[in-house]
């Protein structure tokens, strides 16, 4: 039985003092409970370090949102995988919908990404997922399966064990639209056997597949329930504690 994975983007919001207070709710909030999932939250790069320290102690998982696929070097504003991993994060999500569609990221960069974090000991979270013009062109699965090729192109089945895929429509993040249970089913069951074309059965059974897109606590436990949906990748509702713990206990 996979576990489910419940992570929190926080996306460009929270400076310190408004990460600490989430993050103090959250602590505290999560204490003494017994829940049978893993939760990760992946606040801006400049809360990491303070993230790392007050969740100490706790359950919750520490993850950054992006990173540069370069070791080091000369690329102002960028961070890399070290920077990231020393600051205490376990985690990055790559690929998000809003790093392909609004800056541009292709396939290839991602897959670079995704090595590279690899190399250095970090657990990706890999975004795919079809814009709402794919979907009106009857091309959700020719688009999810050149994604899910050319990103893990190079990776084996070994590394693969340290992947979580997180599908995503394009269209869902951020709208307030949300894919149909049904859809969402769908989506990850194709995926999953894209995996077990390119592995084997196995690794299509253990790998964790999230399904993110205005996910909220009145749509988690339809959604979570589905068999192929192993937890969820959550944008707006996890920016408030209550909602975020909310969909934490229907997983």
């Known amino acids: ?22 993050i103090t709710k959250l602590v505290n909030g999560l204490k003494n409970q017994k829940y049978n999932c893993d939760v990760i939250i992946c606040p801006p790069f400049t809360s ?94 020719e688009v999810l399966k050149r994604q899910v090729t050319k990103g893990l192109e190079g990776i084996s089945e070994q590394e693969l064990k340290n992947i979580i895929i997180a599908y995503e429509p394009v269209w869902a993040i951020g709208t307030g639209r949300t894919a149909t249970p049904a859809q969402a089913e769908d989506a990850h069951n194709f995926i999953r056997n894209l995996i077990k074309e390119k592995y084997s059965n196995k690794a299509a059974d253990d790998i964790i597949i999230q399904y993110g897109g205005s996910v909220k606590p009145d749509n988690s436990g339809e959604l979570l329930s589905q068999p192929d949906i192993d937890g969820a990748l959550v944008g707006g509702a996890c920016l408030k504690a209550d909602s975020f713990i909310a969909i934490i206990k229907s997983a």
Not at 1 to 22: E, H
Not at 49 to 74: F, P, T, V, Y
Not at 102 to 125: R, T, V, Y
């Open 1 to 22: 039985m996979r576990k489910k994975v419940i992570a929190g983007n926080w996306k460009m919001n929270n400076d310190l003092n408004g990460s600490k207070d989430l």
């Open 48 to 141: 990491l370090e303070q993230a790392g320290s007050l969740l100490k102690g706790s359950s919750i998982k520490l993850g950054a949102q992006n990173m540069h696929e370069a070791e080091n070097g000369a690329y102002t504003g960028e961070v890399s995988a070290s920077m990231i991993k020393s600051a205490g994060s376990e985690y990055v999500i790559l690929g998000h919908s809003e790093r392909r569609t609004i800056f541009k990221e292709q396939d290839e960069l991602i897959n670079k990404k995704l090595k590279a974090a690899l190399k250095s000991g970090l657990k990706p979270i890999f975004c795919i997922g079809e814009t709402l013009e794919e979907r009106e062109k009857n091309i959700t699965n």
